[in-house]
């Protein structure tokens, strides 16, 4: 459905709503203009041309500490007005529906939303609600997807692997079911021709839908990380312990933590992901995400490129 959405006739976005559908040639595009953009993307003045006159505005009803921040300063740095709507003071606490908010906030001039929701497709149905003018960006629907997630975790594999993609070798680990950053960085690494995509998790955390076709399945961490260039770890979503999907945080990072020893099975200059808010000595030891291996925070940097480069797609 998001497809006819996503798109103008032409191929240009007029949304940025999954990373499902989106061809390598416009993937591309938008990396290379991140990269352009990161040398410029932590401040300056230089790029505050692009929208001006533009107005953003950062639509959470989920919480957020990376994607708000990000989505606000590529906003600024571009030149765009913006402000960030607070679900937890607006009245939508009075019982005012998400499209009603939508259609307001618009009503004040609102040209592009950044839009994170706690269900699936809620992001696509405000899309759908929005005026022909008006662009929205999903920053994170439930489970379903977090498009410049993907994008920029691409770029950061892109800046240490080079471009040709079809060489590596990608472990992604932890609370697969429940990632949209995993269906994005699938859906990205499988368009960018990924060599060998490998996933390990409990059975409890891995998808029953189309999600891991054509990746290789691992229920041992130790026969998963043999070899690989980039290991993508995966917060574990606590409230799985409740469902009893997890017997325990201690147990869950004996069989699928990221460790120094662990780690030391993959190649010598294998690079280590995660998204963020990470559960530190659940998914993965201090030592490796603060190791030299570790591009964290390098992934966070690059999130304000990415977002830059669509919201110039975008509105520019
Ligand atoms: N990676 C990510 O989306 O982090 P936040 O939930 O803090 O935005």
Do not use: W
């Amino acid at each position: 459905a998001h497809m006819s959405l996503q798109f103008f006739p032409d191929g240009r976005f007029k949304h940025f709503l999954s990373l499902e559908d989106v061809p390598a040639t416009a993937l591309e595009s938008l990396l290379n203009d991140a990269q352009q953009l990161r040398e410029n993307a932590m401040g300056g003045t230089q790029l505050r041309h692009h929208l001006q006159g533009k107005t953003v505005c950062n639509l959470f009803f989920e919480n957020s500490t990376r994607t708000r921040s990000s989505f606000l300063l590529a906003a600024q740095r571009l030149g765009a007005d913006v402000f960030t709507f607070d679900a937890s003071t607006s009245s939508g606490k009075k019982g005012e529906t998400d499209i009603d908010t939508l259609k307001n906030l618009e009503a004040m001039g609102v040209n592009a939303f950044v839009i994170r929701h706690s269900e699936n497709g809620a992001v696509e149905k405000l899309a759908a609600a929005a005026n022909d003018g008006t662009s929205v960006i999903n920053a994170g629907d439930g489970r379903n997807q977090h498009p410049t997630q993907g994008l920029l975790d691409m770029l950061s594999i892109r800046q240490i692997k080079g471009n040709d993609f079809s060489k590596l070798k990608i472990l992604i680990a932890g609370d697969i079911k429940y990632s949209r950053v995993a269906r994005s960085d699938l859906n990205a690494l499988r368009t960018l021709n990924a060599g060998e995509i490998r996933v390990c998790a409990p059975a409890s955390l891995l998808p029953t839908d189309g999600t891991l076709d054509a990746c290789i399945h691992y229920e041992n961490f130790d026969q998963a990380i043999k070899n690989v260039d980039v290991v993508m770890m995966l917060r574990l979503q606590r409230e799985r312990m409740e469902e009893g999907l997890v017997a325990s945080l201690d147990g869950y990072f004996q069989e699928y933590g990221l460790t120094q020893q662990r780690l030391g099975l993959a190649k010598p200059d294998a690079i280590v992901m995660h998204p963020g808010p990470m559960n530190r000595g659940v998914e993965i030891a201090d030592e490796v995400a603060d190791g030299p291996q570790s591009i964290i925070l390098p992934q966070v940097s690059n999130g304000v490129a990415v977002r830059m480069a669509v919201l110039k797609a975008l509105l520019a």
